[in-house]
């Protein structure tokens, strides 16, 4: 497998700076290990849920980006 932090040979690799920001959005350190970056998506995700009262779709939808980004699926 490639390093942790490096998209397989061949995709694109994402910018540093959308990976701090990505980092930024969930709080939590750049060089997180997979584990911490699912855990912190998920808590936010939770908090944030458009199906809850006080949902917000903007937040939801951003801490879904910032996901993609760290986990390295989008």
Known sequence: PPPRGRAP???PQPAAGARRASARELA?????????????SRAGVRRHHV???DGDRARFD???RAYAVLSEEG
């Open 9 to 11: 040979p061949g995709q």
């Open 28 to 40: 939590m350190a750049v060089d997180a290990v997979p584990a911490t970056v699912r855990a912190a």
């Open 51 to 53: 199906h809850r009262p």
């Open 62 to 64: 951003a801490l879904q």
